[in-house]
């Protein structure tokens, strides 16, 4: 989150109204469009439900009061705006008042296919669905305030929890696998990858092992995480999480299962 962007947020006008491109609406449809032929069978029902409850629109980019209207009727969040990246404390902050931090700009044509940063539609379509689930939301209202009161230290292994569950996070249901994380169903790539390959380890969430695994943003995971369902967040929002991060700072971190990131 320290690094540049080259993408700049567009900031709403005094009625909180962005007017996005014609251009900028069409890359919503059709990243929409494209991901609503990947996600069935793979989504969890609680995504499913959630998205339903949304009612997004597919032909242009949503406005953030329409689903603050959603958002605050199920669990009391809010979606708000902010730049194309944020500081960590900004970032906790927010989620630590229930502010799911949206930026409001959307990927080009050129990175249609990945996008390093969050945009609109990995923040809305990727995460915004499960806000609507009260273990999700839970969680993740447990973990900003853990992370604000965290040393920067500390939050380096608090953000290893958040991207095996968030982001990354998958369910072993009585129907077979199923996508919560929302890093997976804003990529039809990794959406596919997560559960039809036989490439990734998928292994019980153990938090204090997620708090000790290594990621990297720019590949296909190697290792997911999976529970049996999303109330099993409740559980782990509940544990003395701290206490975990102090035991995994001990233990040191597993073995990489990705080479390193090439120098050049």
């Known amino acids: 989150m320290g690094k540049q962007s080259q993408y700049v947020s567009r900031q709403p006008d005094e009625n909180g109204i962005i007017d996005w491109s014609d251009e900028e609406n069409a890359v919503w449809r059709d990243l929409v469009a494209r991901q609503l032929k990947h996600i069935p069978g793979k989504a969890c029902d609680e995504y499913i439900h959630g998205l339903e409850l949304l009612d997004l629109p597919q032909d242009r980019i949503p406005q953030l009061h329409e689903i603050n209207q959603v958002l605050e009727a199920t669990t009391g969040w809010q979606v708000a705006q902010v730049p194309a990246l944020i500081p960590f404390d900004e970032f906790f902050r927010l989620l630590a008042n229930k502010q799911f931090p949206v930026a409001t700009f959307i990927r080009t044509r050129e990175e249609f296919d990945y996008l390093q940063e969050p945009d609109i539609f990995h923040e809305i379509f990727g995460h915004c669905p499960l806000l609507t689930n009260p273990a999700f939301a839970h969680f993740t209202h447990q973990y900003g305030k853990l992370g604000l009161d965290a040393t920067p230290k500390e939050r380096v292994y608090l953000a290893r929890l958040y991207w095996f569950t968030v982001e990354f996070g998958l369910l072993k249901t009585a129907d077979g696998l199923r996508i919560y994380g929302g890093g997976i169903l804003s990529s ?14 998928r292994k019980p ?20 995480y999976t529970i049996e369902s999303t109330d099993k967040l409740f559980e782990i929002a509940d544990l003395d999480i701290m206490a975990l991060v102090r035991e995994a700072m001990e233990l040191g971190l597993f073995e990489p299962k990705f080479p390193p990131k090439d120098a050049a």
């Open 188 to 201: 039809p790539g990794e959406t596919e990858y997560a559960i039809n390959s036989d490439k990734p380890e």
């Open 205 to 224: 969430l153990v938090p204090l092992d997620a708090l000790r695994t290594p990621y990297r943003i720019d590949i296909m995971q190697p290792i997911y």
